[in-house]
């Protein structure tokens, strides 16, 4: 498995937003595209990137509310993210590929 840090650090509620915002914008523009993809492919939606769209809606309205609470309070924020990827089959990876 590797590991690799996404976002690691200590943000003012509107730099939160920031990052925030942009991270969950462009996954879901990622899967809108994918289904718009398998649509215009398919004449079907990708019902997988639907459901992916609204998990990552009901994301968003959640860290809103941390944002809100953290600006009412003018609070920094700590955000600590990192990204594992696991390969599916081990056997056909060879580290030195990395």
Known sequence: ??????????????????VLSNLF???IKFYERKD???LIRSG???????????????SVKQFL????????DNQKLIVLSEVQIIFKNP??????NI
């Open 91 to 96: 056997e056909t990876f060879n580290k030195k």
């Open 65 to 72: 509310e941390i944002f809100s609470r953290a600006e009412a």
């Open 25 to 27: 914008s462009n996954k």
């Open 36 to 38: 718009f993809s398998s």
């Open 1 to 18: 498995m590797q590991k690799l840090k996404l976002i690691e650090g200590e943000f003012t509620s509107e730099e939160f937003k920031e």
């Open 44 to 58: 079907k939606n990708d019902l997988m990137a639907i459901k992916k769209i609204d998990e990552l809606n009901q």
